[in-house]
């Protein structure tokens, strides 16, 4: 059985930094690229951020690139996301999901987690 579980989030003051983990099991973790997605209060689903299976590519969506950094050590399973400069609008509960496939170009999402919840205060 395929689980996904996220933790890390919490509520941070703005310009702060939280790093969240996902820590999977039930496949082969390295053969798969991983994702965050997040949602915001009354909002759709949001990809945030993508790597590759075995780390070497990484993607992210305009609003986080060079405040977000997406990793991944395959030894423990476990994907993170390393959020810098967080402001509100980055408030959401944040998805660590499971690619179909190795690359970030994967788009087909077939497992998602129960999501964290990050909230940025002002």
């Known amino acids: 059985e395929v689980q996904l579980v996220e933790s890390g989030g919490g509520l941070v003051l703005a310009g702060g930094s939280l790093r969240l983990s996902c820590a999977a099991s039930?496949?082969?973790?390295?053969?798969?690229?991983m994702s965050w997605v997040r949602q915001a209060p009354g909002e759709g689903l949001e990809w945030v951020s993508s790597?590759?299976?075995?780390?070497?590519?990484?993607t992210y969506t305009n609003s986080v690139k060079d405040r977000f950094t997406i990793s991944r050590d395959n030894a423990k399973n476990t994907v993170y996301l390393e959020m810098n400069s967080l402001q509100p609008e980055d408030t959401a509960v944040y998805y660590c999901?499971?690619?179909?496939?190795?690359?970030?170009?994967?788009?087909?999402?077939?497992?998602r987690g129960q999501g964290t919840q990050v909230t940025v205060s002002s």
């Open positions: 039930g496949f082969n973790f390295n053969g798969y690229a």
């Open positions: 790597i590759s299976n075995e780390g070497h590519t990484t």
């Open positions: 999901t499971k690619r179909a496939g190795a690359t970030v170009y994967t788009a087909t999402e077939d497992y």
